[in-house]
């Protein structure tokens, strides 16, 4: 499984804590060690979006693929 692979595997087992608060995921594309996602329903417009994402989802996806530098929100 190549690194891309496992991120949108990390992402596929993330998507239902998300769903379960009104909001969603999805993967955009995995480029220069950042991976691009786009946070979606009620996590679009969230105040905690940037704790959502960089406390959760990013540490979640570096832990398992240390090669990520970042996790960056395309809005």
């Known amino acids: ?3 891309e692979e496992k991120i949108k595997e ?6 239902p804590y998300l769903i379960g608060d009104g909001g969603d995921i999805e ?7 950042i991976v691009y996602i786009k946070m ?3 996590c679009a417009g969230c105040a905690l979006i940037d704790y959502t994402l960089k ?6 996806i ?11 929100n395309v809005s």
């Open 10 to 15: 990390i992402i596929n087992k993330l998507r």
């Open 27 to 33: 993967f955009i594309k995995y480029e220069n060690n």
């Open 55 to 60: 406390d959760g989802i990013e540490i979640a």
């Open 62 to 72: 570096k832990e398992e693929v240390p090669g990520v530098k970042e996790v960056i």
């Open 1 to 3: 499984m190549n690194e």
């Open 40 to 42: 979606l329903g009620a």
